[in-house]
């Protein structure tokens, strides 16, 4: 079998304990790579300052070796701040009021892949597969193939794909567009973005589709698939159940005493909706005057991306605003809002997943959404939460079982949250059996599978 070479921006550095960092894609991507063996390369996170970054260090655990590269403080502001978090994120999240485009980021952006594909080259074989991840590094196959790499290369897009009228507000979406053209297989989360990617491609008659999943643009075929991500489904499940006994996990449950918990997770992220939700948390206690007193509402919440304005402004104005809800609703004896701004293992998450009534999961757009499905997966199944999701997460695509609600619509959100909490035990079994069971057949593993069939089963771009 070929060696796998996977290339992410966000690695999860061995040196750190192994612990993935919050964030859907590095937890995946060690899952799939544990059971496969082989190259992880990717930025070490750190910045070298202004020096020329030492040459890559490569550390192995276990059967993968980890390739890391610093980067100067202009290329982390320029490609990672700059172009990928203040471009290409909004603009993925359908939000062209936050794009800030800069010729200098766009270029950093470039130089950057560069950069990478420079490093790399010299660690591929000819017969190795390359898989490369997200929005970071949508340009790297075009740089390898520059440097003459025939290898099969893959990329895969964790966030959502927006339509031609959203994408094309970018200035540099031709380039964009083109060096998607230079991998054999390029996959989505889902069935909607591979439409919206499909009608860029025809909105100025860049490509075509072929049929049997594949397009032709730019002079080159390639495929075009879906691959929703999973979890580790039977291993999370296991380890929820086992959380219990954690000592945060039994304090946390023995602070909450008779009332019910709702929970969300999320990163400190605009996408998330979390302002939505304390809003929408606060119409369900309005609504509802007998559950003052009788639910708490925890939100986890680790601060992401700060040197980025927006997200910067977002840490106070999430604070202030849960704040504003307890001084509101709050009594002597009951805080309706726990906010916790900081990192929280998943070994303690799975248990506090499990003490939820309700899972709340209500991003105004996500690529997936990993906290959705480790929400199910942690259920006790004889006595299920309910997760309330939002129907712009590509989770909704898979979860059929859950709440499905419009972010937007507040009121709908809290009613969906008042249904959610008196919902009957057949009910919620029904539901929640559902959702396992997809879970339980297409999870991680399942991913990586399918989308590396697929590519080492594509036209072998060396001829
Ligand atoms: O690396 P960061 O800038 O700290 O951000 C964390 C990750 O956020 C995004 O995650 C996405 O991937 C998840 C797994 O496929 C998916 O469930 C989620 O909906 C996406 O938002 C980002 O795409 C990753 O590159 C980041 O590492
Ligand atoms: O305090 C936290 C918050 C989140 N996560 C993990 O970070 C991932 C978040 O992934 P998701 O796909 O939901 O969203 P993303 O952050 O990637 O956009 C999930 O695996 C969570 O378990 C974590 O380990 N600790």
Redesign the pocket.
Known sequence: MSRLVIVSNRVPVPDKGGI??????A??LKVALEEHGGIWMGWSGRSSGENEPEPLAQLHQGNITYALTDLTDTDVGEYYHGFANRVLWPICHYRLDLAEYGRKEMAGYFRVNRFFAHRLAPLVRPDDVIWVHDYHLIPLAAELRQMGLKNRIGFFL?IPWPPADVLFTMPVHEEIMRGLSHYDVVGFQTDHDLENFAGCLRREGIGDELGGGRFSAYGRVFKGGIYAIG?ETAAFAEFAKKALTNKTVRKARESIEHRSLIIG???L?Y??GITQRIDAFERFILANPAQQGRVTYLQ???K?RSEVPEYEAMQRTVAEQAGRVNGALGAVDWVPIRYIN?????HI?AGLYRLGKVGL?TPLR???????K?YVAAQDPDDPGVLVLSRFAGAARDLKGALLVNPYDIEGTANAMARALSMPLEERKDRWKTMMDHLLEHDVSRWCRDFLNDLATSPDPSG
């Open positions: 993935a960092p919050a964030g859907g894609l937890v995946a964790h979890i997770v999320d990163r992220d996408s998330k986890i919440t680790p992401s900081r990192s929280v293992g998943r998450l999961v996500d690529g997936m959404n990993l906290v959705a480790e």
